[in-house]
């Protein structure tokens, strides 16, 4: 069953505006990470953000966490074409061994 | 640069065929983890090794199987490839304990 569950499924935005995608999971999680997976090819790991964590920044990345609300956002600012790509987040479940990977939110980044 | 490398991009097979998946990490971790991904679906672990020869069921399982004979390789078998099987294919490494995974590039298998 799927844990995170990203918002929108997909974004449309021009090349210097922000980006913003929302995932929100069910259970108790240790931590919730993002990860980039341009078309056709692996993913790649974007940032990690603990449960006792509220906010996390990384270059253009900015990383939010609401246990309480079960959801977590990351913001993309000043966009580049070069960010056009699907975005997932994933939770790994307190106690458990699984990353849990949503469906992702396709970005594009109009030049 | 961790590298995670997998023994195909593409891969075309027939309906009943027995079909080898490798996975090869550089970094000697002890994770690996073998995921098919499918549109709107996100990715799906089918099966999970925490150490040489030990490997835990994940989400998906039937119709697949695992060996892990070395730390730096995992093998993904198709005993009887179907066309429901005809996905792309993420193998990840990662150190226990860490969230992080690495992944490699898939295969993308089609059976006909």
């Known amino acids: 069953s799927q844990q995170g569950e990203e918002d929108p499924q997909a974004l449309s935005i021009q090349e210097g505006e922000n980006a913003t995608m929302n995932c929100s999971y069910k259970?108790?999680?240790?931590?919730l990470q993002w990860y980039r997976q341009n078309s056709g090819r692996g993913l790649v790991h974007l940032i990690l953000?603990?449960?006792?964590?509220r906010e996390k920044h990384s270059g253009r990345l900015r990383v939010t966490l609401d246990t309480s609300k079960k959801s977590s956002s990351l913001l993309i600012t000043a966009s580049r074409a070069a960010d056009t790509a699907s975005y997932f987040c994933a939770t790994k479940n307190t106690g458990g061994f699984k990353t849990i990977f949503g469906a992702g939110t396709r970005l594009f980044v109009k030049a | 640069d961790v590298k995670v490398t997998q023994s195909s991009r593409y891969l075309v097979k027939r309906t009943g065929e027995k079909v080898f998946l490798e996975c090869v990490q550089d970094?000697?971790?002890?994770?690996m983890f073998w995921y098919r991904q499918d549109p709107g679906l996100g990715l799906r672990l089918i099966y999970f090794?925490?150490?040489?020869?030990?490997?835990e069921k994940g989400d998906i399982p039937e119709g697949y199987s695992v060996s892990r004979e070395k730390k730096e390789r995992f093998s993904l078998i198709l005993e009887s490839a179907s066309t429901n099987q005809t996905s792309m294919y993420l193998c990840a490494s990662s150190f226990p304990g860490t969230g992080e995974q690495f992944f490699g590039p898939g295969t993308r298998l089609t059976v006909l």
């Open positions: 953000i603990r449960s006792n964590e």
């Open positions: 970094m000697d971790h002890e994770n």
């Open positions: 090794s925490y150490d040489v020869k030990m490997k």
């Open positions: 259970t108790s999680i240790n931590n």
